[in-house]
């Protein structure tokens, strides 16, 4: 078997503030092969945006990446230059945020931004660069292609906005998109249409995705594989159909049941009582101890993780 | 019907236009020409509403169909441009003068933003207690206490009171706005997505508390959102908008069984889901229009896959195609 397309083991990404150490990434470990989709999950403060971004470098200090390593296309991506970087990202690796603007610059036309954005990795003239950036608008689901690339970004809908950001994220074929919650701030027919097309475009591509969200109904629909992070770890994962039909981990069973859809109308909805800890607050042993109703002293330690078969949780009592 | 309570907020024919100021150049335009309309919004385009005592009833739709604006309505945060509103069959305006005071402070809303909705720079008992100590719901002297009763309602510990919201989680600060609402003793609250901001293990905690608290208050909620699992959860009748008009309202266990406008259809195809795995279909292709200019005829219309001659010319009415149950479709007359 080759090794996967992306590798991370034992990823330590740490802020270190005035107010003390934020354990932001603890001991991550996942892999991914080409053309799966890798749904990462979790609520706010849990880590699942500062993994994204370690695997992409863009983090700032006073956040560093303290342990671990990110094996990219063979090669670990932890401790490049800056100049190693600019050649991978937005070229091998691409990212879309959760807010287009964040992509776009809102004083050019998109094709400014666009060509630019090829040129930057490819020695290719202005005019092919626009035309594969047109052929990019096209397989997004843009309609009008020519008349878009004239538009400046405030021209344009939140959805079209966001089909321009990933649009620009595929432009140089990248093998690695990681997707930072690109449809919580649409509306949900909008939400709709780009998972759908972000489902085909990878398949087609044979690109690997990585989707970090808060919402597990965007991963059952979208995802082959899943990460459940939580304080900074990743607690469970495994294919979405095992995670979601039969968790392992309390959290995420807590999680599954809160969903308001899945139960029936009116009952009071099962919830995880208390809140997630202050990430300053560093809690020895399962982070999820203070929340968890099968806690006992064993959980004082920190459990370690478990595999049963394809799928992994760390958990002194998973549910079996 | 006879067992139906009786309506407490009554919106008929309601309608809202936001029109902007005109600039300097804009206004020497039209004195030169003056056909040019006005810029207007109508965010809403003659709406009724009927909301019963002790009903949830639950308005869904997307970004500028109008729930917001028809929320703040009922809220009385925004006046109509044309239309009635009632409260308990009187014309809002009845209950204006100082008498009715109890009246006007009976319906109150809960916003979505934790963090923008309340001041940084005060206490949360001043929070809490400012407006039931200004209406003279309580003494001066009297007013920790009743905050602390408040904040012990909406499960939060009472001995925080002194602090200020910054030190207080997302889920925290949503109790700290339901615990503003309720001081002043309200008989019907407008939340407006008010878990939206909240993550999911607290977003069931906040909804856990607003079905606590409708039982305990005996409250009516107008409950604003775009997620169609928590209003499913929460209502017992549904209104669903489209561009400023109402496309469907039904009971909720009808709508989500048999919704009949094609735009609801599409909706509850969205409905979250854990069972559906790598999914390959797209209900409604196509953006939602500007508000600006919104498509003649149903608005719908663009984006509907039965749309036909008659919808790109005549807005469809609301007519009954089940008990308790109206859709604005022409399909239904076919």
């Not at chain 1, 609520?43 to 390593?69: A, C, F, N, Q």
Request: charged share 25%.
């Amino acid at each position: 078997m080759s090794a996967p397309l992306l590798e991370v083991e034992g990823l330590r990404m740490h802020f270190f503030t005035k107010a003390g150490v934020v354990k932001a990434v603890d001991d991550a470990s996942f892999s991914l092969e080409r053309g799966r989709i890798l749904g990462l999950v979790g609520e706010s403060g849990s880590g699942k945006s500062m993994t994204g971004y370690s695997i992409l470098g863009l983090v700032d200090p006073p956040g560093r990446i303290v342990g671990g390593h990110i094996r990219f296309e063979g090669r670990d991506l932890v401790g490049l230059s800056n100049a190693q970087w600019r050649g991978l990202r937005g070229n091998r690796i691409a990212m879309i945020f959760q807010d287009p603007m964040m992509t776009l610059n809102p004083v050019l036309r998109i094709d400014t931004q666009m060509i630019e954005a090829v040129r930057a990795h490819h020695a290719v003239s202005r005019a092919e660069a626009r035309d594969r950036s047109r052929e990019a608008l096209a397989k997004v689901g843009i309609a009008a292609p020519d008349e878009r690339l004239r538009a400046y970004p405030h021209h344009l809908s939140g959805g079209m906005r966001q089909r321009v950001a990933i649009a620009i994220a595929l432009l140089n074929r990248p093998a690695l998109v990681i997707a930072d919650e690109p449809t919580t701030a649409l509306d949900v027919t909008i939400q709709g249409q780009i998972l759908y097309e972000m489902q085909k475009l990878c398949r087609e591509s044979a690109t690997a995705l990585i989707w970090i969200t808060h919402d597990l109904s965007v991963i059952a629909g979208l995802a082959d594989d899943v990460c459940v992070m939580y304080a900074g770890r990743i607690v469970e994962s495994g294919s979405v159909d095992e995670v979601l039909d039969r968790p392992l981990h309390p959290y995420t069973r807590g999680l599954l049941e809160s969903v308001p859809g899945r139960n029936a109308p009116g009952r009071p909805l099962p919830q995880i009582p208390g809140m997630a800890p202050s990430p300053l607050q560093s809690l020895d042993g399962c982070p999820f101890r203070p929340r968890c109703g099968r806690a006992t002293e064993a959980c004082r330690t920190q459990p370690p993780s478990q595999s049963f078969g394809t799928r992994r949780v760390r958990c002194a009592h998973p549910l079996a | 019907m006879s067992a139906l309570p009786a309506p407490l907020v009554e919106l008929r024919a309601v309608s809202k236009r936001f029109e902007r100021t005109l600039d300097l150049a804009e206004r020497a335009t039209r004195l030169l020409r003056p056909a040019a309309p006005a810029p207007a919004v109508h965010a809403l385009d003659r709406v009724d509403l009927t909301v019963r005592e002790g009903e949830v009833v639950g308005l869904v739709g997307e970004s500028g169909c109008g729930k917001s604006t028809l929320g703040r309505i009922v809220a009385r945060a925004l006046s109509p441009s044309a239309g009635e509103r009632l409260w308990k069959g009187r014309p809002y305006a009845d209950f204006d003068s100082g008498r009715d005071r109890r009246e006007r402070l009976a319906v109150q809303m809960i916003f979505q933003d934790p963090f923008a909705s309340l001041n940084p720079r005060m206490r949360i008992v001043d929070i809490v207690g400012e407006a039931p100590a200004v209406h003279g719901l309580v003494r001066r002297r009297e007013r920790d206490e009743y905050v602390a009763g408040v904040l012990q309602r909406v499960g939060l510990d009472p001995a925080t009171m002194r602090r200020f919201p910054h030190q207080f989680s997302g889920g925290q600060r949503s109790r700290i706005g339901i615990a503003r609402a309720l001081a002043v003793e309200p008989r019907f609250l407008v939340c407006d997505e008010a878990v939206a901001s909240l993550d999911v293990s607290i977003q069931a905690q906040v909804l856990n508390l607003f079905a606590r608290l409708r039982e305990e208050l005996r409250l009516t909620y107008l409950f604003i959102s775009h997620d169609l699992g928590v209003i499913r959860h929460l209502s017992d009748r549904v209104v669903v908008m489209y561009l400023g008009r109402v496309v469907e309202s039904a009971r909720a266990v009808d709508l989500f069984a048999a919704p009949n406008h094609p735009y609801t259809r599409a909706l509850v195809d969205e409905l979250p889901r854990m069972d559906l795995r790598r999914r390959s279909f797209v209900p409604i292709r196509g953006e939602i229009p500007s508000p600006l200019a919104p498509p003649s005829g149903c608005h719908f219309h663009p984006r509907c896959p039965h749309a036909f001659e008659r919808c790109r010319h005549e807005a469809p009415a609301l007519r009954e195609v089940g008990e308790g149950h109206v859709s604005a479709c022409h399909l239904n007359e076919r």
